[in-house]
């Protein structure tokens, strides 16, 4: 059975880097769309973006100036960092896998990590 | 960017009681729809995926249906544990978007 870590810092300061790394075992990364989603306390899920295997990104518009996804296939892990965070940023971020069929990769959000806490303070 | 329109925002429900929400897309996304349920304190679940292909290991009282921009999640009978919040998501374009949520609660 797959399973998916969420790791990285919980407190993060304003205007610093937010990095998280999300490890991924019982399974292979590869020829999968890895990403990564988040949620405000009490609030709605919002895509943050996504990453293939071969390094090809998608990234929310919304966020794509700040954002930098990569993937380290050697240690089965998929990373994310957004930089210049605000309190807005705050929120649970889930990293997820989305689900492929032999033509697409559009087939929802099967896999999840259980999610990761982090707060921007001073 | 696709906007996804729940409605209701929260229902009340009983047990065994059919129940039905429904997903606006702002444009056509063919079947490209997906229905998430979520707990508290918990990851959202995968439960329905392109519209009405239920996901291996969902109860079979779950059921989807629509094509274009209108789409809707049925639970059958109403168990204890289908108390949570449900999401649709598109997965017709990028950037993926999810509607904000249907609660259903207890009446």
């Known amino acids: 059975q797959m399973q998916l870590q969420e790791s990285g810092p919980g407190l993060v300061k304003p205007s610093e880097t937010l990095s998280l790394t999300c490890t991924v075992s019982g399974g292979s990364i590869s020829s999968y769309y890895w990403s990564w989603i988040r949620q405000p306390a009490g609030k709605g899920l919002e895509w943050i973006g996504r990453i293939y295997t071969s390094g090809s990104t998608n990234y929310n518009p919304s966020l794509k100036s700040r954002l930098t996804m990569s993937a380290d296939t050697s240690k089965n892990q998929f990373s994310l960092k957004l930089n210049s965070v605000t309190a807005a940023d705050t929120a649970m971020y889930h990293c997820?896998?989305?689900?492929?069929?032999?033509?697409?990769?559009?087939?929802?959000?099967?896999?999840w990590g259980q999610g990761t806490l982090v707060t921007v303070s001073s | 960017d696709i906007q996804m329109t729940q409605s209701p925002s929260s229902l009340s429900a009983s047990v065994g009681d059919r129940v039905t929400i429904t997903c606006r897309a702002s444009q056509s996304i063919n079947n490209y729809l997906n229905w998430y349920q979520q707990k508290p304190g918990k990851a959202p679940k995968l439960l329905i995926y392109?519209?009405?292909s239920l996901q291996s290991g969902v109860p079979s009282r779950f059921s989807g249906s629509g094509s274009g921009t209108d789409f809707t999640l049925t639970i059958s009978s109403l168990q204890p544990e289908d108390f949570a919040t449900y999401y649709c998501q598109q997965s017709y374009s990028t950037p993926r978007t999810f509607g904000q949520g249907t609660k259903v609660e207890i009446k």
């Open positions: 997820a896998r989305e689900n492929c069929s032999s033509t697409s990769c559009q087939l929802g959000f099967d896999y």
């Open positions: 392109t519209a009405s």
